[in-house]
């Protein structure tokens, strides 16, 4: 069993490594709403990986025939590339938060907005439907794997993704304290380019 989750452990290290659209929006968002809606957007990413992770394992017969389907890779990626073009613009032109200024915790609203942020870069992104899938038929069902030894690995995989996103919202956190207002201005609009880019090139790989 203990191989198993070593297993898991490997596959989460491999995503958390990857750098991506996620990383850049758990940064900004901790920088500019606080370390409470960072991780209410990380908890929206999980969310998501956990609801690939039960459709891929449980309806792997219904996702293949949605996988299938011709312009399914199209439509999502323009929806995800436009996702994150917009998050990026309004991004570039928003005020920059006042770092010596008290900060005030988001409210209930705000946590929801961060975590549908979270939850829709991700699951919008091919990149996350084609993981899940491949690894769960190749990784899972193809090695027919008893449901406690799946469940080891999925929990390997979740347990290393938590660990990971967290280290990186708190890592934003203390470059808070290094962060002058001209330097949070120019991070702000680094990050809103890094999610435009990633947005340009997820419609230049589904389309081209």
Not at 45 to 60: K, M, P, R
Not at 65 to 86: F, H, K, M, P, W
Request: charged letters at 15%.
């Amino acid at each position: 069993m203990i191989w198993y989750i070593w297993e898991g452990v490997r596959a989460g290290l491999l995503l958390s490594l990857l750098v991506g659209p996620l990383v850049v929006l758990l940064i900004q968002l901790s920088l500019r709403r606080g370390t409470l809606a960072s991780f209410a957007a990380a908890a929206g990413i999980w969310t998501s990986d956990l609801a690939f992770i039960s459709a891929s394992h449980f309806g792997l017969g219904r996702l293949e025939r949605l996988l299938d389907y011709q312009y399914l890779n199209e439509i999502i990626g323009t929806v995800g590339a436009i996702l994150l073009l917009g998050v990026g613009l309004i991004m570039w032109y928003r005020k920059p938060p006042s770092i010596k200024g008290k900060k005030i915790l988001p409210g209930r609203r705000g946590l929801l907005s961060a975590w549908a942020q979270g939850f829709a870069v991700n699951s919008l992104n091919p990149f996350t439907a084609f993981f899940w899938s491949t690894f769960v038929v190749t990784q899972v069902h193809n090695r027919d794997l008893l449901s406690s030894e799946a469940l080891a690995i999925y929990g390997g995989i979740m347990v290393t993704i938590v660990i990971a996103d967290a280290c990186k919202v708190l890592g934003a956190r203390k470059l808070r304290a290094f962060l002058k207002p001209a330097m949070m201005l120019r991070a702000q609009r680094a990050g809103a380019v890094a999610l435009g880019l990633f947005g340009v090139l997820l419609a230049v790989r589904v389309w081209f």
